[in-house]
């Protein structure tokens, strides 16, 4: 009959559904929540009502893009930690529901061992091990992966991750939120070279993305009126480049002290075509093994959260209905 698997992703400003059958994706649905546009930044109350009212319509999308039926669920997984406390408990609820009623197992995920493992969904995937930039608004890991459930953080961020670097440095150059992705596309534009911004010097292969935003900020106080829209397009080249070569610097460190030629990248950030690319030059330059994921699966998504508990249903890693959501649980 074959493990059928229905997941559900709730932790930030994204309610995702996605079915998974054998190791399979078959439907990858997300609706995004573009009510915080207005404020600059994800709402968490008004993020978990919009969950409220999307996680329905998305799972039945799911479940009909799969060509699938609730009867056909060998179990449930969803989002656990971490995340917006109020957003997960949504999808924390409806699979603990939905478990309990269809008297099928119940699987909980880490949104971070999620990001990593979504790189075993492509047919085109890395073998074990593996080394994994993880980047996103809230995270910046780089991740040693012997197995799916063997997943050491090698580096990580000491203060700000980097996507909170891209968009509060764009919030600095006046553009609305979300601001990384339009750093990108003006990036695309402009000289990388044109201005000098720092690259913290922190031992090891942890990153500190503090240290950029000041340096973006005290240089901006500095000019005349009207130099940012003037320079608009070299700014988001020059402030990209040099979050981008922060990161791969590490990285190279990483493969340098593990001997593991095998790079992947994964979170919202990995969509960035400067790091994708970037990365892409990188390991043809030094000869690595590289890895770029499909634009659906980079940003926040159920087919990661599928594919981890497929992994999780195979070694029969369930979760009890007594388990509860976590806003910063460790791995």
Known sequence: MGITILAI????????????????????????????EQYGGVVPELASRAHMQNIVPVVDQALLQAGSKLSDLSAVAFTQAPGLIGSLLVGTQFAKSLSLSLQIPLIAVHHMQAHVLANLIPEQRPSFPFLCLTVSGGHTQIVLAKSAFELEVIGETIDDAAGEAFDKTAKLLGLP?????????????GDPLKFKFAEPQIPELNFSFS????????????????FIEANKNDLCASV???????LLKKLAKAVQQTQVKQVCIAGGVSANSGLRNGLIEMGQKRGWKTFILDFSYCTDNAAMIAITAYHKFQKGDFASLSVNPSARAEW
């Not at 930030?12 to 079915?19: G, K, R």
């Not at 939120?177 to 534009?189: C, H, M, N, Q, S």
């Not at 990209?240 to 922060?246: A, M, N, S, Y």
């Open 177 to 189: 939120y979300p601001g990384g992705p339009l750093i990108d596309r003006y990036a695309k534009l």
């Open 211 to 226: 240290g950029l935003k000041t340096s973006v900020l005290y240089f901006l106080q500095k000019q005349e009126p009207g």
């Open 9 to 36: 992703e709730s932790s930030c400003d994204e309610t995702a559904a996605s079915i998974c059958k054998d190791g399979e994706i078959l439907s990858n649905v997300i609706a995004s929540q573009a009510v915080h």
């Open 240 to 246: 990209q480049h040099t979050i981008v070569q922060i």
